[in-house]
């Protein structure tokens, strides 16, 4: 009996995890569906759980692709996407691949899962040296006056908020990165090439949280009105003290910046 109370408080655990699809993605036997499917050439390669997963996607379309390289510098897609478009002096719109999703009602007991693109990478035992990224945006400019260009485009709004005035109860994010906590050396951010850049993080005059002991967050923020920095202990907080001022305010005796000078 103890070994079934054991088994069977498991997959509960397991059910009941906001990780339940990660953990059906190690099943050994997919669940097969039946959409329209595009498959290309069989090729013997092993089973994963990333194609395991891939088994169970419910979805209208699925396009499988798999195969071994034939020469160098052979490229191959899962799907190929190409759209050119003249604007022609119009304020239309051109998306290579455009993606919506919208999800209706209550998760339930665990958290649910809703997004308009997932992106996944998986690196297979003994697979490598290569490149590797879960998600590449890049932008190349041709044009003498191309407008704004970006890489990647991050826009937040809360309509609960513009419609009811009242901002909605959950939190709101811009970018989140989230190593396992037995990693080591990630790079959070990485700015190559410095010299290029005008700024290569513009606050705008916001907290920016250095850290957080016992719920109490430690926060740097510069003051435009004062032009100082001051290093402050519970950030926005009421009750919140300066422990810390840099004065960065003009005065007569102030040298020139000059580049890889030593001050």
Known sequence: MKRYALILSVLLGAFFSPAFAQYLGQMQNPVPAVPFHVQGPACNL????SNSEFQMLDAPVKVQNCMVT???GYQRGAIGVHTRIDMNGKAGKNWALYSSAECFGWSGSAMGECGAF???LEAPEGSGPLWQAAGFFEFRNRSQNHGTGMALGLELRDHFQEKYGIQGAGEFHGVILQPYPNLRGVKGFR???GHTYQYTIDHDGAFEMLGNVDGTPFCRKFEPSTQQVLF???CHLHGAQVAHVIDLNWRANLPLYIPHKRY
């Not at 092993?46 to 759980?49: D, L, T, Y």
């Open 70 to 72: 034939p020469t160098d």
């Open 46 to 49: 092993p089973n994963s759980v």
């Open 118 to 120: 997932y992106g996944r």
């Open 191 to 193: 700015f190559m090439n």
């Open 232 to 234: 402050i202990r519970g």
